[in-house]
């Protein structure tokens, strides 16, 4: 993949470190050990105490993509204990001087290293893993080159933008034994009210699940501006089309219906992926369906008179069948368990034997989950190959709605069957010089 | 919705001027039309056809970006022409791509074959890209080739050879030998590695046992970049091929 030497001279990071950690730590140890006479400090944040462990025993961090939700898994990180936050990379200046700030501050210092270019940061070999909240567009691609330069990865959802890439990082993570966990911090938080009853067995065998979220995402036509100095708007776009800059266009606000990089289809696949990652990752956990991937997405076109609007579902090979925006006149007049008016659940009503329902690891949700993993390499809460499971329905259903037609899912080949159109969306060309 | 040519007249000729900020309305008749065109064959040539011809120099950038997009979707060997003419044009050759990477016709990758040959720098890489995207097992004597080019190029080439990962494929990383090159090194290390998985994922336990076999004594001897990962993924390989009851 795109884990190439930097196209540009590699810039200095903007933060003061020159060495490693483990190698400043190491120099310290051999001079005590050999009692010389400088006289060294090591202070009491390095040694560790009853509830901060030493700095050799801390999970050394960094983050990629550090505004907006960067920010908050940053805090996330920066506030734990057992984690020492090194350094920041965002092609934004505001974000990354933000980021660096925040750490310095922490720390009371300001060795906190500032990073334009992702690749510098994760050249870097005392890094133990890194948190990645970029657009979409990079998240395949930065996830593979952390794998493969032998770091741990906490990435935002949805982690994949097309269905290729989700093999592929899957494949990056198990090749080097790397930790990756998707970022999801609702699933098993937000969704209680549907997670115990179906794992409790209250509802019995699951039949279907309708899930009220914003559809695909669109083309972006927004007008050149002048691109501002603070940004790097060739990384910024990366893989994707080139396109002029536009505030609207890049803006990390959370919105999905225009003037967000979370409403184009380069860049996102909308709300349906977007907070969809939310709503299908509550209901497929809920539903106990995380081992899976649907089999067949259908797409219900609108009526004639126009008053139905189109709507679409995924099969799974149990029979579960999970819908998105179906019209509330053909739902289940009674579901069993319901998620405000976003998900409704409906079961055969056929009590079961109830299963223990899946806890994260560690402390500190799944923010903690991940680092209680890196320390000892168990698969996360939401393990990469469970994220891109959850990801493929939401994905084949943006499909299905693109091309206005039902689809069948080959999980073993990871391709439609008998549609050859469909298959050109598996993935698509990157801008060079990205490869996957 | 029935395909209607004579309606398309209109919106492709304001297409030819479009540019970004413009109105973007005028065009879902277009949008709609790629979408009627699926079931029959006519009305899509005809649809590619008038959609192709606009990728020429009196059509803007913003228009011939939303031509290749369509034509990612419905184009065949008939685009090919004309789109691999805007392979060597920086402006263009990423767009250029994205339609022919997707077209499924054996014209559409000897037209990235032939840019790969004549184009550089990051053209080239964008080439190497596409071809690996598409599987392309006919330019793996070229990208074996590039093993030895320069660093960028050779780092993209061994990535390729492990998203196509055949026979060929193994041959071609196992004969590249030794590299100085740190960030090339690493490269066909971790394309050897995805090829072991691949042969391994076909049950060939012993083939990619001897990728593994190799990889590891090279580890050993300190022969390859960051010894220690690779010395065990392939240790994770080694033990996966003698897993009898692993997927293979």
């Known amino acids: ?436 | 919705m029935a395909y209607d040519s004579a309606s398309l007249d209109k919106p492709l000729e304001t297409l030819k001027a479009f540019d970004w900020g413009g109105d973007v309305a005028a065009f879902e008749p277009i949008d709609a039309a790629v979408i009627a065109v699926h079931a029959d064959p006519a009305a899509r040539a005809d649809l590619e056809k008038r959609l192709s011809a606009l990728l020429t120099a009196g059509t803007s950038r913003a228009a011939k970006e939303y031509v290749c997009r369509k034509l990612s979707v419905i184009g065949t060997a008939a685009s090919v022409p004309t789109l691999a003419a805007l392979l060597p044009d920086t402006e263009n050759s990423h767009m250029a791509r994205f339609a022919l990477e997707r077209i499924n016709a054996a014209e559409a990758g000897a037209a990235l074959r032939q840019a790969l040959g004549t184009v550089q720098g990051d053209l080239k890489i964008g080439m190497i890209s596409s071809l690996a995207g598409r599987g392309d097992t006919a330019c793996i004597p070229m990208l074996a080739a590039l093993l030895a080019g320069d660093s960028r190029t050779a780092v993209a080439a061994a990535d390729a050879l492990g998203r196509i990962h055949t026979p060929e494929a193994v041959q071609a990383l196992t004969a590249a030998g030794g590299t100085s090159d740190q960030a090339v090194a690493a490269a066909i290390v971790d394309a050897r590695l995805a090829c072991a998985e691949s042969l391994l994922k076909q049950g060939k336990r012993s083939e990619a046992t001897a990728i593994y076999k190799s990889l590891a004594d090279a580890a050993a001897a300190g022969t390859t970049p960051a010894a220690k990962s690779t010395r065990l993924a392939a240790a994770r390989g080694i033990l996966a091929c003698l897993d009898t009851t692993s997927p293979s």
């Open chain 1, 1 to 436: 993949m795109g884990h190439h030497t930097p196209a540009r001279p590699a810039s200095a990071p903007e933060g003061q470190t020159t060495g490693t950690r483990r190698g400043f730590l190491k120099g310290i140890g051999a001079a005590a050990a050999g009692a010389v006479a400088a006289p060294y400090v090591i202070t009491s944040t390095a040694l560790g105490n009853a509830s901060t462990p030493p700095a050799s025993d801390r999970i050394v961090m960094g983050g990629i993509g550090i505004g907006n939700m960067g920010s908050g898994d940053q805090n996330a990180f920066l506030g734990r204990s057992d984690v020492q936050y090194v350094a920041v990379c965002d092609v934004r200046k505001k974000w990354r001087d933000d980021g660096k700030g925040r750490v310095d501050g922490k720390y009371g210092n300001g060795d906190c290293a500032a990073y334009v270019d992702f690749r510098e940061l994760l050249a870097r070999d005392d890094l133990d893993a890194v948190h990645i909240a970029t657009p979409d567009h990079w998240h395949a691609i930065m996830t593979i080159a952390a794998c493969r330069s032998g770091k741990d990865v906490y990435l935002q959802k949805p982690e994949t933008l097309t269905l290729r890439e989700g093999p592929l990082m899957i494949a990056a993570a198990r090749r080097y034994g790397r930790v990756v966990s998707g970022g999801s911090q609702r699933v098993l938080e937000d969704y209680r009210d549907i997670v115990h009853p179906c794992w409790a067995g209250e509802i019995g065998a699951i039949k279907s699940v309708d899930i009220s979220v914003g559809g695909p995402s669109q083309p972006c036509y927004l007008p050149a501006q002048d691109t501002p100095p603070d940004i790097d708007w060739d990384l910024w776009l990366g893989p994707a089309p080139w396109e002029p800059y536009n505030s609207g266009r890049c803006d990390g606000n959370f919105g999905t219906g225009g003037n967000s990089w979370r409403s184009y289809i380069d860049y996102s696949g909308g709300s349906l992926t977007d907070w969809g990652a939310h709503h299908f990752g509550g209901t497929i956990f809920a539903t106990d369906l995380r081992e899976l991937q649907p089999v067949k997405a259908t797409y219900h076109p609108a009526s004639a008179d126009g008053k139905q609007a189109a709507y679409a579902s995924v099969s799974y090979p149990n029979g579960v069948d999970i819908y998105h925006n179906r019209p509330n006149e053909l739902r289940p007049a009674t579901p069993s368990v319901a998620h405000g008016g976003s998900i409704q659940i409906t079961g055969d009503g056929r009590a079961r034997e109830a299963k223990p329902v899946p806890v994260y690891k560690g402390t500190g949700g799944i923010y903690g989950d991940f680092i209680e993993c890196v320390k000892t390499r168990e698969r996360p809460f939401r393990d990469i190959e469970l994220a891109v499971n959850t990801m493929t329905g939401p994905h084949m259903i943006g499909i299905a709605y693109r091309l206005q037609r039902s689809l069948n899912w080959d999980v073993a080949a990871q391709q439609f069957t008998g549609d050859a159109e469909a298959n050109r969306l598996l993935d698509r060309a990157r801008r060079e010089p990205w490869i996957l």
